[in-house]
Structures are given as structure tokens and as C-alpha cells.
């Protein structure tokens, strides 16, 4: 029964909190360049004003671009509700394997990209080939990270391996530290974040993602917008919960623990926020040929990581 | 139940040349598939009765062949599973044949080697001596190359259809060599002889390789692949599906019978060269996959890729099994197994969909598709699916295979050689890479030749299919969603076969549940593809729900948008190309992709000029070599044709002293 409610609580939290942490990277990073910004609730608005509006798609529109959007915030709510944010204790959390939750992701991927080629307009085609070519580098590379920790872990089960990483000894591991780097790497680039994308650009040749669902407007757009969001929250609380899963909550530990628990998943996230900001002010977007490279330096960072771990072990 | 199999094999080999009486007329078309569905669906289903049912094996001989030698064979577990794989795919293809064979321009030409080739495959899967093996192979290479030249009329099928007897006769020779090898040891060619002789760890080594190759070459394994892109997709789409998603299966039969059945005690390092060379060929298979063009190509590129994914789950095991570990072993095998059993349910539904899309509107080449999701909708939602499942997408079936092999690699770090741990990881990269550029892939095939605009004539005038062609694809499409949510109708078939080969299932009965996929090897990890699958659809509803409530219903068609620019012609979106573009240069070393661009000068009337190309390499660094050394060889030793007798009799006396030395040296 608490697991259920747990699980609920989860759900409405993450979604609640999406939109907000977007709000606050848009925020630190308009005050870092000396803006004042809008207020850090000003997604929200945007979200109920694209909710209310009327959606217009295109006349050769086919069903799946009218379903993919509702799948694609599916997947990533699902995604964001299955991550240990402040307590392991969830009743979904057997589903949640790090392997499944890679193929989920990639799965929202799948129908965007589709949805990106359903109209038949070149920005489209151009956001749904680079968005794929990204994605092709970017999930080895999460794979390999995910294998480091597994292997360190003894498990690819997401609540196994917090409640691994907060008990055991693990102590600081080069091998770790390279796999968050990789991780990190491989977040900036799904979430079409500097220095891979910028979501805050409409210059049609420098768009990826926003390219990709140019032809969205109304409530289909306001939900692609909020799995974005979710995918960002996703992001974090997942670098959180295998990097630094203190303060997660135990499964029958007490109200007082609970809320510690939030607090701390709170503070995360807010460090995550200020953290992306920061790196997304302090360098430049690259060419998109130039991602490759960047991403092919996160999988061998996967790799070494592997092999250090064998090292470090004696092999 | 091996004798009510050998019984309608009889059926089977008689319908061929009985459809010979009038092989033009409708009737003989319907006679022909309809009595090959039939009888592959009872062969497959007496099959999968043996595997659920624990049966012993079962063997027979048949006074066939040459007088003093009887013909056996045998059904045991992995032959039954195979069996089921085959006849499965062979009876959906025959369904589909029905309604596919009234396009065809010379049905003469498919009809009497179809039931044969089907018959070839099942003597193959159950014969339990080198003879009997070796002549179904060949019957099997013969019956289909004949069905490759059912299109000769189009330009490059002579070439494929060359290429492919060459390269299968090929394949048969090293197989002739491995048995050769074997039987050589054994004192006899049937395999319970082989079988219960334990070769010298050189000779075992060589007759792995030539098996290997042998195999590896009906496989499709890189660089032997370079046949298969070739000649699969020339013959008609059914067979295409037989021969992608059934035949390259035998051939995985053939090398697990050899590799983990036959010759017994593998060394510790033939599976790592399993690995790697597994590894290689799932990459590059889908990176060509990724730039090829054509649509049945790109189906067979990503055959190649899919069989090294396979091979690679075998290397696993076998290192696994050889390193005393034969529970993780199961977990390799099982994901091996499993993935061809998967391969051959999505693989055999994206060829018929090939080919009624070819069907539709005369068309191969995805440049010239588009927008088919809306005149041919049911034929989309299976290839969707389809898709889907290929892109190792959860619930769909790809992923569950797909799971089971990560849980056998992530065991990696257990095997005590670091040679076999590094190239664990190594794998894991591969197989990541290759899986991501998977999705990408099929993104594009399914993108560029059902979505956006139609890019032809014929695609904008396409319409659905007859409905013996639609239904076999939406029972496809079931059927990978099935085996997906349901894992366990794939694996529990293979509890005893995992036990028999590798001496551990991956899923024990003990620790059966339809529900949650728990191997005990992979320890404590879990997936449950109906949970996700329920988990997925409520959250969905949910959404639709909570937005129904919350936003607004109205819904206006209207242009597209396109930053306000969309030029109205069918020319201006993506096309198969240029969605392609950027894998291409990220790979280009690996795909040899080259870009020309021809800008005239300003002032300068001429039109510019883009063309981008690329190139399978094996063929610079392996068949062309190859085939220069046989034209040199052929060219010189052409000379001996023109000798006077006096220098034909002195080589024969000279061969003749040469052999009785070499008796003399050897007693």
C-alpha cells in the first residue's frame, strides 16, 4: 500500500517539478549573462497557454503524428516516476532495470524522430536524421556507463545499485568518476543541451531536437515540451540516484526520513539546475559533425572505464 | 514424431515437380502454397509438441543414399527448435505467397523449387550424418539459388545469383573438409560417432574453423556477407523472407550442432574469435544497412547484423560453457536462440512487407517511396511493428533477446581470462552501437518509405493488398508482440535444448513466470515485458485522459508550417539519402562514403551536382583478390590443356611416382 502511494506521490511530484527545474536553468542562466530573466514559474504558463490553445497540424498529417506525442510523454513520465528520487521503496520499481529504462528512452526517441519525417518537410527530416545520428552514439555510450556501475554493482536493477552505492564501501573509484563524466556527457546530449544543441535556438540550420518537432503547436507541442522537461528532471535525479544517492529513503523508514529525503532530492536537483547552467554559459555550441567527436570521447570514456574497473580489480 | 516429420516430408518433395503438370495455372499456385503452409505448419507444430513435451530424441535410418550406407536422422531438441524456427516462418511465407504469387510475371519459375527448398531445410535440420547433411545443404544452396534467378530478367540478378553459387559451393567445400576432419577422427561419418570421439585439440581447431567458415559464409558473417545483401533481396519477397529470416538460421544450426554438439571441447579462446568476429559483423552490417538505399537490401544488410548479434550471444556461451560456468552459458545460449527465433518473426514480416510495398507500387528503391502510411494502413501498422521490434524497442520482442544477451555480457568480468573480460567489454560497446544504429536505421526505413510525402507516381496512386498478404503480416506483427510481452513462449521451448547443449537453461522450471523474466545467471535482475507493456498503456491513457480534461479540443488541418518556407514539391523533404548523411561521414572510413559536389562557377548555366557514394570494402580487401588469384590460377593453368601426349604421360608417370612416395614417406 505505501509502495502504491509512494509510486503516486512520485508521479505527481516529478511532473509538478519538471517544469520548474527547466524554469530555474532558464533563470540562472539568463542572470548569469546578466539578465534578469523570466520568473522561473514562467514554463508552467507556457505549457497552460499552448494547452489552451487550438492545435494545428499540418493537412497530410497521419495518425502516428498525432499519437507519437502522448507516447513520448508517456515514456519519459514513466521514465522520470521509475528513478529512486527520495525513496527506493516504489511498486514499479522491479521495471526499473537500467537496461529497460535505456530501451524506453529510446523508444520516445523512436516515435519523435518518426513523427519528425510524418509531415514531409525538410526541418523536419533534418531534426529526425541528426537527432538519431546523436542518439546512435549517446546510448552506447550510456550502456557502457550503466555496465561500469553494474558491474560495481552486482546489478542493473536502479534501486539495487542506489541502495549499493549509499551502503557499501565504494569509496572514490577512477572508473566511477569516469563513467559520471561519460553520463554527464551523454545527458548534455540527449537533452539537446549545449554544447550539442541548444534549446534555445529557432535558427533553422542549428537545430536538432526543435527541428524535429517544428510542426507541433497546441496541446501535442505543450506535451512534447513538458517530456522534454521530464527528460531533463529524468536526467538528473538518475546522475543523482547512482552518484549520489544520500539521503535516498528506505522502504518503511518513516515519515521524518521521507521528508529529509525530498529535501535532499530537492537540493539535487537545484544543484543539477545551477550546475548545467553554469556549464552551458561557460562554452559554445559545436558544429553538428563536431558531435560525433564529443560523443565517440563519452563511449571510449565508457570503455576505459570498463577496463580501469578490470585494472583497478587485478585482472 | 521424427517418423509423422519424415511422412510429410514426402508431401512436401512430391508438390514441386507434381506442380510441373501446369505450373502457370492459378490452381497450381494455390495447390503449391496452401499445401505448404499446411504441411509446414503441422512439421513446425510437431516440432514445438517435441520441445514443450520434454520428448526423447529420436532417431531413424532410411535405406537412401548409396547401398551400403543408410541415410539417419534424428530429432532432438535443438533440431526440433530449429524446426519450429523454419517451418514458422516458412508457413507464413507460403500463406503470403498465395495472394503475393498472382503478381508474379513467371510463377513457373517459383512455384516447383519452393516446396523443395522448404523440404531441403527440414533434411538439413534432421539429418544425423555427414552425407545426408551435407547433400540436404547443397539440395537447400541449389533450390534456393534457382528461386534467386526466378527474376532474371532484372539486371543484377545474374551477377547475385553467380555470386551466391560460388559463395555456397564454397561453404559446402569447407563444410565437406570440417566432416572430413571429423570423421577422419571419429572412423565414421554418422554423429553419434563424431559425437562420442574426442579429436586432438589441433584437429578439433581446424575442423572448428572450417565449420566456421563454412557456415559463416550460408550466415552472412563479415567479410563473407558480401553474397547475401546481393542475392536475398533478387528473389522474389516470400523467398527473400525464407531465405533471410529461415535459411542464415540453418546455417546458425549448423554451426551450433558443430560447434557445441559435434566436436565437444572448444578451446578457451574460439570464443572470443566467435566475439569479435560476431561483434564486426553486426556493426558493419548495419552501418551498410544504414546507407543502402533499397529497401530489400537494407533488409538484408540488417540480416548480416542481426546474425552477428546472434554469433556473438554463441561466442558467450561458449567461452562461458569451456570456462565451467554453464549457467551463464545457458543465459548466452538462450539469448542467441532466442534472437534467432525473434530474428526470424520480424525479419520475415519486414520482407513481406518489403514486398508488398513492392507489390504496391513497383518500387524497391526508397527514393521513390513515401506517404504509404495512409494508402496502405494496415501494411504500415505491421511494419511499424516490425520496425519497432528490430530496434530492440520494449515490449516488442527485439528487447527481450536483446536483455538476455546484456545480462550475459555484463557477466563478462566472471571469465577468468582478461583476453576474453576485455573483449567482454568490447562487446558490450559493439552491441550497444550496433543496437542504437539499429533504431536509426529503421527510423529511416520505415520514415522515408511510409511517411512524409509520396516521392513517386506509383506511391501517390499505391494502394492495401490482397488480404491473405495483409493478414500474414499482422499475424507477424502479433506474433513479435506476443513473444515480447510473453517471454516464456520463446525460452520455456528451450529449457531442455539449453540443458541438452550447454548442460543449463537460462530460465530452469523452477523459476518460470509468465510475468517476470528472472534468470537466475543474471542474478536477481529482472524484466517483465507485460508490466511494461500495461505500465506504458496506463500512463498513456492517463495522458490522454488528463489532457481531454485540461486542454483544448479543437484541431485545425491547415498547411505545414516548415519555419513558414514549405516548397510544395515531394523533392524538398528528407530523403533516404540525406537522412542517412550524417552516420555516413560519422562512418565514413568503415562505409568508404565519399561526397562529390559539383558547384559551377557563378555565371555558369550548368546544374550543381551532388552524388554520394560508398563502397563495401571486403571487396577491395577479399573477393576481388580472391577472384584475381582465380583467373591467374585459371589462366596458367590453362597451359595444360594444350600439351603434346608425350607430356601428358611423363605428368601422369610423375604424379604417379610423387604418390607412391608420399605412401612411402607417410607408412
Known amino acids: 500500500m505505501t509502495a502504491l502511494a509512494l509510486q503516486l506521490l512520485q508521479m505527481v511530484l516529478v511532473l509538478a517539478a519538471a517544469p520548474l ?39 497530410n498529417a497521419s495518425w502516428l503524428f498525432r499519437v507519437a506525442p502522448y507516447l513520448v510523454f508517456a515514456a519519459l513520465w514513466l521514465a522520470a516516476s521509475l528513478v529512486p528520487t527520495f525513496t527506493t521503496g516504489l511498486l514499479l520499481q522491479p521495471t526499473a532495470d537500467l537496461i529497460a529504462l535505456v530501451a524506453l528512452l529510446a523508444s520516445a526517441r523512436f516515435m519523435t524522430a518518426l513523427a519528425g519525417l510524418d509531415i514531409g518537410t525538410s526541418f523536419g527530416g533534418i531534426g529526425s536524421s541528426r537527432d538519431m545520428m546523436i542518439a546512435s552514439l549517446a546510448e552506447p555510450a550510456m550502456l557502457l556507463v550503466i555496465f561500469t556501475v553494474s558491474i560495481v554493482a552486482g546489478s542493473t536493477a536502479l534501486a539495487s545499485v542506489a541502495d549499493y552505492m549509499r551502503e557499501a564501501e565504494v569509496g572514490l573509484r577512477v572508473s566511477l568518476a569516469m563513467a559520471l563524466v561519460a553520463l554527464i556527457m551523454v545527458a548534455l546530449a540527449e537533452n539537446a543541451r549545449i554544447p550539442v544543441d541548444n534549446p534555445a535556438t529557432h535558427l533553422e540550420l542549428t537545430m536538432v531536437h526543435e527541428a524535429m518537432v517544428l510542426e507541433y503547436s497546441g496541446r501535442h507541442l505543450a506535451l512534447i515540451e513538458a517530456a522534454a522537461m521530464l527528460k531533463l528532471l529524468f536526467y538528473i535525479s538518475l546522475i543523482a540516484c547512482i552518484f549520489a544517492p544520500w539521503g535516498l529513503a528506505a522502504p518503511g523508514e518513516g515519515a521524518a526520513v521521507a521528508a529529509f529525503a525530498l529535501t535532499a532530492w530537492s537540493a539535487k536537483l537545484l544543484l543539477g539546475a545551477i550546475a548545467l547552467a553554469v556549464l552551458e554559459t561557460s562554452i559554445a555550441k559545436m558544429r553538428v559533425f563536431r558531435v560525433s567527436e564529443f560523443l565517440g570521447g563519452a563511449l571510449l570514456l565508457g570503455l576505459l572505464a570498463v577496463i580501469f574497473l578490470y585494472v583497478s580489480r587485478g585482472i | 514424431m521424427l517418423a509423422s516429420i519424415l511422412i510429410a516430408l514426402v508431401p512436401l518433395l512430391a508438390l514441386g515437380p507434381a506442380s510441373l503438370v501446369a505450373p502457370r495455372a492459378p490452381a497450381a499456385r494455390i495447390a503449391v502454397y496452401g499445401g505448404t503452409a499446411i504441411l509446414a505448419g503441422a512439421i513446425g507444430l510437431i516440432a514445438a509438441a517435441h ?56 510463377p513457373e519459375r517459383v512455384i516447383p523449387a519452393f516446396p523443395l527448398f522448404l523440404a531441403a531445410i527440414d533434411l538439413t535440420l534432421l539429418a544425423d550424418d555427414a552425407f545426408s547433411f551435407l547433400l540436404s545443404w547443397e539440395t537447400m ?94 528473389a522474389p519477397s516470400h523467398v527473400s523472407a525464407l531465405m533471410s529470416g529461415v535459411m542464415t538460421k540453418v546455417a546458425l544450426y549448423a554451426m551450433v550442432r558443430i560447434t557445441f554438439d559435434l566436436v565437444g571441447s572448444v578451446p578457451w579462446w574460439w570464443g572470443g574469435v566467435m566475439m569479435a568476429v560476431g561483434g564486426i559483423t553486426a556493426v558493419v552490417g548495419v552501418l551498410f544497412a544504414i546507407v543502402e538505399q533499397d529497401l530489400k537490401r537494407l533488409l538484408a544488410y540488417s540480416t548480416v547484423e542481426n546474425i552477428g548479434i546472434v554469433v556473438t550471444a554463441l561466442g558467450l556461451a561458449a567461452a562461458f560453457r569451456d570456462n565451467g560456468m554453464p549457467e551463464i552459458a545457458g543465459l548466452a545460449f538462450a539469448a542467441a536462440l532466442l534472437h534467432a527465433l525473434n530474428h526470424a518473426v520480424f525479419k520475415s514480416l519486414l520482407f513481406l512487407g518489403a514486398g508488398a510495398i513492392a507489390t504496391a507500387t513497383g518500387a524497391r528503391d526508397l527514393g521513390r517511396l513515401g506517404g504509404l502510411i495512409g494508402r496502405m494502413p494496415q501494411t504500415a501498422f505491421a511494419m511499424l511493428v516490425g520496425a519497432g521490434a528490430i530496434a530492440a524497442l520494449p515490449p516488442l520482442n527485439g528487447f527481450v533477446s536483446e536483455w538476455l544477451l546484456f545480462q550475459a555480457v555484463l557477466k563478462g568480468p566472471l571469465l577468468p581470462q582478461w583476453e576474453l573480460k576485455i573483449a567482454a567489454a568490447v562487446i558490450a560497446a559493439l552491441l550497444a552501437l550496433a543496437a542504437a544504429l539499429a533504431a536509426t536505421c529503421f527510423v529511416r526505413a520505415f520514415g522515408i518509405a511510409f511517411l512524409g510525402r509520396p516521392r513517386s507516381p506509383e506511391a501517390a496512386a499505391a494502394s492495401e493488398v490482397e488480404p491473405s498478404m495483409r493478414w500474414t503480416l499482422l499475424v507477424l506483427a502479433g506474433l513479435c508482440l506476443a513473444l515480447g510481452i510473453l517471454p516464456m513462449l520463446g525460452l520455456m521451448p528451450m529449457t531442455r535444448l539449453g540443458e541438452a547443449v550447454i548442460g543449463a537453461a537460462a530460465v530452469p522450471p523452477e523459476a518460470r513466470s509468465w510475468i517476470w523474466l528472472t534468470p537466475p545467471a543474471a542474478g536477481g535482475n529482472s524484466y517483465g515485458g507485460i508490466v511494461v507493456l500495461i505500465v506504458i498503456t496506463v500512463f498513456a491513457v492517463m495522458t490522454r485522459i488528463g489532457i481531454h480534461s485540461l486542454a483544448s479540443h479543437r484541431l485545425r488541418r491547415a498547411k505545414p508550417w516548415a519555419c513558414g518556407f514549405d516548397a510544395p514539391v515531394h523533392a524538398a523533404q528528407y530523403s533516404a539519402s540525406s537522412f542517412a548523411q550524417p552516420v ?33 570494402a571486403s571487396w577491395d580487401f577479399f573477393y576481388n583478390p580472391i577472384g584475381a588469384a582465380v583467373g591467374w590460377l585459371s589462366l596458367t593453368l590453362n597451359q595444360l590443356q594444350f600439351l603434346t601426349i608425350r607430356k601428358y604421360l611423363s605428368l601422369m608417370f610423375a604424379a604417379l611416382v610423387g604418390l607412391l612416395f608420399l605412401v612411402a614417406v607417410t607408412q
Open chain 1, 21 to 59: 527545474l527547466t524554469g530555474v536553468v532558464r533563470k540562472v542562466k539568463a542572470r548569469l549573462v546578466g539578465r534578469r530573466g523570466p520568473s522561473p514559474l514562467q514554463p508552467y504558463r507556457d505549457l497552460l497557454r499552448l494547452l489552451r490553445k487550438e492545435a494545428v497540424v499540418a493537412e
Open chain 2, 51 to 106: 520441445l514443450v513435451t520434454g520428448s526423447a530424441p529420436e532417431a531413424a535410418g532410411l535405406p537412401l543414399g548409396l547401398p551400403w550406407l543408410t541415410a539417419r536422422f534424428r530429432l532432438d531438441a535443438l533440431s526440433a527448435f530449429f524446426l519450429m524456427i523454419a517451418n514458422g516462418g516458412a508457413a507464413a511465407a507460403s500463406i503470403y505467397g498465395i495472394g503475393y504469387g498472382k503478381h508474379e510475371a513467371e
Open chain 2, 141 to 234: 544452396s541449389v533450390t534456393s539459388w534457382a528461386l534467386v534467378l526466378a527474376t532474371h530478367r532484372e539486371p543484377d540478378t545474374l551477377r547475385a545469383a553467380q555470386l551466391y553459387l560460388v559463395m555456397a559451393s564454397g561453404g559446402t567445400l569447407l563444410l565437406l573438409m570440417a566432416f572430413g576432419v571429423l570423421a577422419q577422427l571419429a572412423g565414421a561419418y554418422d554423429f553419434e560417432s563424431i559425437r562420442s570421439a574426442t579429436p586432438a585439440p589441433a584437429a578439433a581447431v581446424l575442423a572448428l574453423v572450417l565449420a566456421f567458415l563454412g557456415t559463416g559464409s550460408k550466415a552472412g558473417l563479415v567479410p563473407l556477407h558480401a553474397w547475401l545483401p546481393l542475392a536475398h533481396p533478387a
Open chain 2, 584 to 616: 555516413r561521414r560519422v562512418f565514413a572510413g568503415l562505409v568508404r562514403a565519399e561526397e562529390r559536389v559539383d558547384m559551377p562557377e557563378p555565371g555558369d548555366l550548368r546544374p550543381a551536382h551532388f552524388a554520394a557514394s560508398w563502397r563495401d
